[in-house]
């Protein structure tokens, strides 16, 4: 496997002034809940960006960091993802990632930074590329825990044109990135408003959900994996769909809630969401059936900003039981408000819908800037 080019093809050792991994301290980090921000290949996003949350966040001590001689992390360094399900992700470490002035790799991240003869942008943009990923992937050896080792990343072969062409490709894949900075900003203001427009909702009296909603449980049919026969039809379980299966129970549009599970608390996706068409639904998720459908999209809106943790019983194990989401309490204004108000949010929607695309598109711009340069 190689990246096609005109220009010669070289290793990656002789573009490198460093390519090192970190390491933590004995017995982990789990103990930690403050100091320096210890990244692993969780931290390394699909989208080649660094991903931190509050909850993901761990930490060596100070005085291990200051100690450490390899695997501190400076603006514009190249974390790739060493081992594991996803070895060969890839991010490009920006400071303003996160909001610590020092951070350092663990054992599971390879740290690279070129030398004068190599623009640090043109090689990550090399190696996030569809190619550079197949590359990456090609060169993982090991069998139950597969990974990239110093050795085989060292040996891969990248093309190098000069080093103004490099900074053409750089230059023109930074005004796709800052086009698509500006989406995500677009998008974010338009999700603000929509959330606006959901807490004005507080305005209004409150009612159970029980009063405005059919329950529809009893149809729900959880199905093994092993017992599913393959087919078209979504099957819808906690958080989303989880599988396609040969027959449907439902053929309409309702709205699902989950019943169970970390996301509960967790919310790192909707615990609302609707299905619509031919679906099979398992007993992980509740359907509610609604009368009026602006009713039952400000219901979905409202609960994915609601926070639900009197309605959830259970630690280890999350539930959002029926008695509990029946007694939840919506604010509604009359029906004719309510259509107003989802009109306004789906023009919203529509412009997220565009820029999103906008955004989807732009991964396929930048592999075309590489062919154009290199091949």
Same mark, same amino acid.
């Given at each position: 496997?190689?990246?096609?080019?005109?220009?010669?093809?070289?290793?990656?050792?002789?573009?490198?002034?460093?390519?090192?991994?970190?390491?933590?301290?004995?017995?982990?980090?789990?103990?930690?809940?403050?100091?320096?921000?210890?990244?692993?290949?969780?931290?390394?996003?699909?989208?080649?960006?660094?991903?931190?949350?509050?909850?993901?966040?761990?930490?060596?001590?100070?005085?291990?960091?200051?100690? @450490? !001689?390899?695997?501190?992390?400076?603006?514009?360094?190249?974390? %790739?993802?060493?081992?594991?399900?996803?070895?060969?992700?890839?991010?490009?470490?920006?400071?303003?990632?996160?909001?610590?002035?020092?951070?350092?790799?663990?054992?599971?991240?390879?740290?690279?930074?070129?030398?004068?003869?190599?623009?640090?942008?043109?090689?990550?943009?090399?190696?996030?590329?569809?190619?550079?990923?197949?590359?990456?992937?090609?060169?993982?050896?090991?069998? /139950?825990?597969?990974?990239?080792?110093?050795?085989?990343?060292?040996?891969?072969?990248?093309?190098?044109?000069?080093?103004?062409?490099?900074?053409?490709?750089?230059?023109?894949?930074?005004?796709?990135?800052?086009?698509?900075?500006? /989406?995500?900003?677009?998008?974010?203001?338009?999700?603000?408003?929509?959330?606006?427009?959901?807490?004005?909702?507080?305005?209004?009296? !409150?009612?159970?959900?029980?009063?405005?909603?059919?329950?529809?449980?009893?149809?729900?049919?959880?199905?093994?994996?092993?017992?599913?026969?393959?087919?078209?039809?979504?099957?819808?379980?906690? @958080?989303?769909?989880?599988?396609?299966? @040969?027959?449907?129970?439902?053929?309409?549009?309702?709205?699902? %809630?989950?019943?169970?599970?970390?996301?509960?608390?967790?919310?790192?996706?909707?615990?609302?969401?609707?299905?619509?068409?031919?679906?099979?639904?398992?007993?992980?998720?509740?359907?509610?059936?609604?009368?009026?459908?602006?009713?039952?999209?400000?219901?979905?809106?409202?609960?994915?900003?609601?926070?639900?943790?009197?309605?959830?019983?259970?630690?280890?194990?999350?539930?959002?039981?029926?008695?509990?989401?029946?007694?939840?309490?919506?604010?509604?204004?009359?029906?004719?408000?309510?259509?107003?108000?989802? /009109?306004?949010?789906?023009?919203?929607? %529509?412009?997220?819908? /565009?820029?999103?695309?906008? *955004?989807?598109? *732009?991964?396929?711009?930048?592999?075309?800037?590489?062919?154009?340069?290199?091949?």
């Amino acid at each position: 496997m190689k990246i096609e080019s005109k220009f010669e093809q070289v290793k990656l050792d002789s573009m490198l002034s460093v390519l090192e991994s970190g390491k933590r301290p004995k017995g982990g980090v789990g103990e930690y809940q403050n100091g320096i921000p210890s990244l692993g290949g969780e931290h390394i996003g699909l989208n080649g960006k660094i991903k931190v949350f509050k909850d993901n966040l761990k930490f060596v001590p100070v005085e291990y960091f200051e100690k @450490s !001689k390899q695997g501190k992390i400076k603006n514009l360094d190249i974390l %790739i993802c060493k081992d594991g399900a996803l070895t060969g992700k890839i991010a490009l470490f920006y400071k303003n990632d996160i909001d610590f002035p020092q951070s350092i790799i663990n054992e599971h991240v390879f740290l690279l930074r070129t030398n004068q003869n190599t623009n640090q942008k043109y090689l990550f943009n090399i190696l996030f590329s569809s190619k550079g990923q197949e590359l990456l992937k090609s060169n993982i050896s090991g069998q /139950a825990q597969g990974g990239l080792n110093r050795a085989n990343l060292l040996n891969i072969k990248i093309p190098l044109p000069p080093k103004e062409v490099q900074e053409k490709i750089v230059t023109e894949i930074d005004k796709l990135e800052k086009r698509d900075i500006k /989406a995500l900003e677009g998008i974010k203001k338009f999700q603000n408003s929509i959330s606006q427009y959901i807490q004005e909702l507080n305005n209004h009296s !409150k009612i159970n959900l029980s009063d405005i909603a059919e329950n529809w449980d009893s149809k729900r049919k959880p199905v093994t994996k092993g017992d599913r026969t393959k087919g078209k039809y979504p099957y819808y379980g906690a @958080s989303g769909i989880v599988d396609y299966v @040969s027959g449907f129970i439902l053929d309409d549009t309702v709205l699902l %809630i989950s019943e169970d599970g970390a996301n509960l608390k967790s919310r790192v996706y909707p615990i609302a969401f609707t299905a619509s068409g031919k679906i099979w639904v398992n007993n992980h998720a509740h359907i509610l059936k609604f009368d009026n459908i602006a009713t039952h999209k400000l219901v979905e809106l409202y609960i994915n900003q609601l926070d639900i943790s009197e309605y959830i019983t259970g630690q280890a194990q999350p539930k959002l039981n029926q008695n509990n989401l029946n007694n939840i309490k919506i604010p509604l204004p009359p029906v004719k408000e309510q259509e107003r108000i989802v /009109a306004e949010i789906e023009k919203l929607e %529509i412009k997220i819908k /565009a820029l999103e695309k906008q *955004i989807a598109e *732009i991964p396929k711009l930048k592999e075309n800037i590489l062919k154009k340069h290199l091949e």
